[in-house]
Each structure stands twice: as structure tokens, then as C-alpha cells.
């Protein structure tokens, strides 16, 4: 008897630093998405993402996905995003949230990508790790303004 697909949800709050950002930072270092596969498969779909920017920047960033921990470069928040030759052969996708991607209020923004889609397999364990990058000039007023929630399949 063959396994069904399971839907597992995954909420992060990247700590972020409170100084404007430039275009190509890093907006917060390699975060665990813990037991997001299942170990016999190793496999998952990334399915949507939600997010709730609670100091309202709209700012476009990217979400880059890691089939290990990207241990051997230097990824601190708010520096410049240099990916080690070693940590990209971990690389296995990303997803850009653009500005047109929220909708704002006068105090926070939310946003939501739908039917991503993206296959992603790790390598050894049942997790993923996920690298932001900025792709605008934000300035968060707390380390804890930006809240991301995952939706895998778990294949």
C-alpha cells in the first residue's frame, strides 16, 4: 500500500536587524524548516507562502531554499549576500515575494504566493533551510516585524 501526500505548515519569525537594508542584503541568515519531509522520501512541494509584514514595507525579497544548512559562507543580517561556491551546490530553488505581491494597511501588509509549486529534496535529514534576501531598501522597526508561513506537500 502506497503513501498519501500530507499538507505540513511551517511558521518562521526571522529575527531581523532594525537599520535600513540594501538591495541584495541578506534580511535574515539560514532559518531550519524542521521535519518538512518525510524521512523515507525526502521529497516536498512547496505549495504557498503567507506573510504578515508588521511594520507595513512591502519590500521585495527572495526565499532561498537549501537541501542542508549553508554552513560554509558568511550570511549575517544586513550584510551583503555573497552565496559560497560549497552552499550553492545545496541550493535547490527559490521564490521572490514582489511589492505588488501585499496588501497594505496604514499599519502592516500581508502577502501570499498561491500554486508555487517548487520540488525541492533534501539531502540526508527531513529538513530544509530557507535564506532571505532583500531586493529592496526596507527599515524594520523590530527584529520580530516580518512573520512567514510555509505550506509543503510532503511527497
Not at 28 to 40: H, I, N, Q, S, T
Not at 123 to 131: K, N
Amino acid at each position: 500500500m502506497g503513501t498519501f501526500p500530507l499538507v505540513k505548515s511551517i511558521s518562521i519569525t526571522p529575527v531581523l536587524d532594525t537599520a535600513i537594508y540594501a538591495d541584495g542584503d541578506v534580511l535574515f541568515p539560514d532559518m531550519e524548516l524542521a521535519a518538512v519531509a518525510r524521512k523515507d522520501t525526502r521529497t516536498v512541494t512547496l505549495i504557498s507562502i503567507s506573510l504578515r509584514d508588521l511594520h507595513a514595507q512591502n519590500a521585495p525579497f527572495d526565499l532561498l531554499f537549501f537541501s542542508e544548512e549553508p554552513a560554509t559562507g558568511t550570511y549575517t543580517a544586513n550584510g551583503v549576500f555573497t552565496l559560497h561556491d560549497t552552499d550553492a551546490d545545496l541550493f535547490v530553488g527559490h521564490v521572490r515575494i514582489a511589492a505588488t505581491d501585499y496588501a497594505a494597511a496604514a499599519a502592516s501588509s500581508v502577502a501570499t504566493k498561491r500554486n508555487i509549486g517548487l520540488q525541492m529534496k533534501t539531502t540526508t535529514a527531513d529538513d530544509l533551510y530557507v535564506i532571505g534576501v532583500s531586493r529592496g531598501t526596507p527599515d524594520y522597526n523590530a527584529a520580530g516585524d516580518l512573520k512567514i508561513d510555509f505550506e509543503f506537500m510532503q511527497d
